[in-house]
């Protein structure tokens, strides 16, 4: 059964940074590209980043390019995103998700999410 | 603003049939598969349908996806009181090269 596990939200200063991680297990991991999407608290879905298996491959999207680094460890089966810069507007549950597939780029899985407040 | 447009909100009584629409343009919908999720509150989405119209294991058959150009749609039939949630459509985006959603449909069973 795949499960992701996210961890590492929480309040933080306009101008701060914070580590998302996502622990997966059920899948071999390092064969599967993952992503992360966010979600504003009462509003809707938003992609943000997203990397390839063996992490040659990063996407990001305009809003978060130059303040966020999506990472990988297939070593320990966890993702990273490294936030800095933060903004009030990135105040959402942030959501890791992977394929069913190994070979495709699909958002089927996602994780339970954590939450990440940016205000003083 | 989101890329991909929904209803904010729909509406049915128990036993009804109620569909969502979703429309996008020649950049996503147009070329690409659409998928659809079900997020009840203070959880987590769902996926509900991939590739317009294929449910994953579990979901039950009530749920119907169909796309037509650069438009797709959920059906649900035989609404039943814990179909109340929101609904999002996605699809890829060959110009974004990303992930692009619908504002969601919030679904009320009368």
């Known amino acids: 059964e795949v499960q992701l596990v996210e961890s590492g939200g929480g309040l933080v200063q306009p101008g701060g940074s914070l580590r998302l991680s996502c622990s997966a297990s059920g899948f071999s991991f390092s064969t599967y590209a993952m992503h992360w999407v966010r979600q504003a608290p009462g509003r809707g879905l938003e992609y943000v980043s997203a990397i390839s298996g063996d992490g040659g491959g990063t996407y990001y999207a305009d809003s978060v390019k130059g303040r966020f680094t999506i990472s990988r460890d297939n070593s320990k089966k966890t993702l990273y995103l490294q936030m800095s810069s933060l903004r009030p507007e990135d105040t959402a549950f942030y959501y890791c998700?992977?394929?069913?597939?190994?070979?495709?780029?699909?958002?089927?899985?996602w994780g339970q999410g954590t939450l990440v407040t940016v205000s003083s | 603003q989101s890329v991909l447009t929904q209803p904010p909100s729909a509406s049915g009584t128990p036993g009804q049939r109620v569909t969502i629409s979703c429309s996008g343009s020649s950049s996503n919908i147009g070329p690409n598969t659409v998928n659809w999720y079900q997020q009840f509150p203070g959880t987590a989405p769902k996926l509900l349908i991939h590739s317009n119209s294929q449910r994953p294991s579990g979901v039950p058959d009530r749920f119907s996806g169909s796309k037509s150009g650069t438009s797709a749609s959920l059906a649900i039939s035989g609404l039943q009181s814990g179909d109340e949630a929101d609904y999002y459509c996605?699809?890829?985006?060959?110009?974004?090269?990303?992930?692009?959603f619908g504002g969601g449909t919030k679904l009320t069973v009368l």
């Open positions: 998700v992977s394929p069913a597939d190994s070979s495709g780029w699909e958002l089927d899985y």
């Open positions: 996605a699809s890829w985006d060959d110009s974004l090269s990303g992930w692009v």
